[in-house]
């Protein structure tokens, strides 16, 4: 059952035996990439502590207030679970969640009558081929960061692979869709290369998000293929080839090279690399 903070945080000072079992900082990491909750947090209204000094898995009831100045109470969990499918800033407030879709509500006298849920119909647009294979799909998403067309533009320079594929055929759908549409593909190395950031909201990639990440990682690696995610904005490394860059120069693009370089081995690798300084 969650306790107030107050509570919560003179019962762990009893049982670490500690004045101050959390330091300032000791959770830093772990909320770096949820922007829209540090500006949420106020140390005033939980009783002087910080955020950093919270854990991410805490059964403590926390006082948050939004832009709009709504003030709610909400566990560390519920609320980096909060985002889901909207990206509105109003998703991180129950409070404006509510008032951008008010509820519906039923008759007095009107019986609740449950009913099935209708299964999704899978996109009839992905062409008959082998899962695992890559190819152009006029359902995938345009690309909208000009960051990421610059950080494509980088890596096709240095790599001579086919480029312009963008859907890889999976075996199970995928938000109604029998295909993925990863940032970039690398077809002759089999590698997917993703671009993640939190966005200006800190709505992307995180949460209910990250959970649709990992599913499209495991769609693609039991399609044959391996995922590289590029991740910015304090995103921490959600599978095992990811790295986490600060910055899209090109010593990160050399970094991926040397990423692929691991997953597929040197000499396979080097036999696309078409900078000689690499080669």
């Excluded at 960051?147 to 312009?164: S, Y």
């Excluded at 590289?228 to 050399?254: C, M, Y």
């Excluded at 691991?262 to 000499?267: A, N, S």
């Amino acid at each position: 059952m969650p306790e107030n903070v107050a509570n919560w945080w003179a019962r762990r000072q009893f049982s670490r035996g500690a004045e101050v079992p959390y330091p300032v900082g000791t959770y830093r990491d772990a909320w770096a990439p949820f922007p829209a909750l540090i500006r949420q947090y106020h140390p005033d209204l939980n009783s002087g502590l910080t955020l950093t000094q919270i854990p991410p898995a805490a059964d403590v009831l926390l006082l948050w207030q939004c832009e709009a100045g709504h003030l709610f109470a909400a566990t560390p969990d519920e609320q980096r679970n909060r985002p889901g499918p909207t990206r509105r800033r109003s998703a991180w407030c129950p409070e404006c969640a509510m008032q951008a879709v008010p509820p519906r509500i039923r008759p007095a006298g009107t019986p609740r009558v449950k009913t099935a849920k209708p299964a999704r119909p899978v996109c009839g647009k992905t062409p008959d081929l082998p899962v695992g294979e890559p190819f152009v799909s006029t359902c995938a998403p345009k690309p909208a960061s000009a960051v990421e067309a610059r950080l494509r533009q980088q890596l096709f320079a240095r790599l001579d692979v086919t480029p312009g594929l963008n859907a890889v055929k999976v075996s199970r759908p995928f938000y109604g869709h029998l295909e993925v549409w990863p940032d970039f593909l690398l077809p002759e190395l089999r590698i997917a290369i993703e671009y993640d950031t939190p966005g200006r909201f800190g709505l992307e990639h995180v949460g209910p998000r990250e959970h649709s990440d990992l599913k499209k990682d495991r769609l693609l690696r039991s399609a044959g293929w391996e995922v590289v995610r590029i991740r910015t904005g304090k995103l921490e490394a959600i599978g095992p080839h990811d790295l986490q860059l600060n910055s899209l120069g090109r010593r990160a693009v050399d970094r991926v090279v040397d990423r692929l370089r691991e997953i597929r081995g040197p000499l396979m690798v080097d036999a696309y690399v078409v900078d000689g300084r690499d080669a």
